[in-house]
């Protein structure tokens, strides 16, 4: 884990889809209130909020109190560690197609 507040694995946390939509739906706005949240949802307030316990641990996920209401917003900075262990394997993928690309032109010669 890259930053010091984590307490979570950052692939841990975006494993689950349930999670993966609640980061799309995040970063799709600026703020929402947990009731907003569990409307798109086919599961109860108690359940998205521990998926949004688990992202707030990975450093994913930032919240405030107004009034009664809590309201959540995206925190994409940890999603560089996975955009960086993915942006490996792409340069690996694409050196490994050019040196198949290679080959198959050699043996057509």
Request: charged share 30%.
């Amino acid at each position: 884990m890259s930053e010091s507040n984590q307490s979570r694995d950052i692939f841990d946390a975006i494993a689950d889809p349930t999670r993966r939509k609640l980061i799309q739906l995040l970063a799709e706005a600026e703020e929402i209130p947990l009731h907003e949240l569990t409307v798109q949802f086919q599961m109860g307030r108690t359940a998205v909020s521990k998926h949004l316990t688990i992202l707030k641990e990975a450093g994913l996920v930032l919240d405030r109190k107004v009034g009664r209401e809590t309201r959540f917003r995206l925190n994409a900075s940890p999603l560089r560690e996975v955009q960086d262990w993915v942006a490996f394997y792409n340069r690996f993928w694409s050196a490994n197609m050019v040196r198949l690309g290679q080959l198959l032109e050699e043996e057509e010669e």
